[in-house]
């Protein structure tokens, strides 16, 4: 796997980019941001073989400035047919008015003018202070990226040894209980025999085996 995806080259994809707003531009994608596309890709193609001619439903609840929305649509559109693509309804959540900006102006028109059959929803959503109201639907995949203290990302970021190095336990058991509300509203609004994603780019057990271990204490889930 390269270090570093490049979206929309047309020796990668296939085709030309051509809008105004991205003529001669790149999305550029770590590794580990990569992987987790690729696999979130892996569940859909299955999912859609198993149930087609449905629209499938999903809810991105930190989607950011977009980049795991087109990583995964990117893979998507690699490895199903055009005539097989599946129909997927696509909720894009954030509750930074930045994040929210850049997903209407860059993410929505490439969207849709690359990839037919998808509806983009941007919504606004702080997950902490909202009940499940704020969602008026179950979805087949919820996909909960979640704020962490990002010690997988190292190698790209390093000044993060620095400013959290001292402090990371403390900073990791303060974003556990963040993440268990995000993992709590994200599986509300999974439906049964649906699938909750959750991933993060860091190493501790805070954020990582003790969310697993906490979802299938609390929540019963099945964990693949």
Request: some cysteine; glycine content about 6%.
């Amino acid at each position: 796997m390269a270090e570093s995806a490049f979206f929309f080259d047309s020796q990668i994809v296939g085709f030309e980019l051509e809008t105004n707003n991205f003529q001669k531009e790149y999305v550029v994608q770590g590794e580990a941001s990569q992987a987790a596309c690729q696999k979130f890709c892996e569940l859909i193609i299955n999912y859609g073989r198993q149930d087609r001619g449905r629209a499938i439903r999903i809810l991105e609840m930190t989607s950011g400035k977009g980049g795991k929305l087109v990583g995964t649509l990117r893979y998507l559109k690699e490895q199903v047919s055009k005539e097989n693509f599946p129909v997927i309804n696509w909720v894009a959540v954030d509750d930074s008015p930045y994040q929210l900006d850049m997903l209407h102006k860059n993410v929505a028109p490439l969207v849709r003018e690359f990839f037919s059959g998808i509806n983009l929803t941007i919504k606004q959503i702080d997950w902490t202070k909202v009940s499940n109201s704020a969602i008026d639907s179950e979805f087949d995949f919820v996909w909960c990226d979640a704020p962490c203290t990002g010690f997988g990302s190292l190698s790209k970021l390093p000044q993060i040894a620095l400013t959290r190095g001292k402090n990371a336990i403390s900073e990791a058991e303060k974003l556990n209980i963040l993440q268990k509300e995000l993992v709590r509203a994200g599986v509300s609004v999974t439906k049964d025999r649906g699938l909750f994603f959750y991933s993060v780019c860091t190493l501790t057990r805070q954020e990582t085996l003790d969310i697993v271990d906490y979802l299938r204490d609390k929540h019963k889930l099945t964990l693949k």
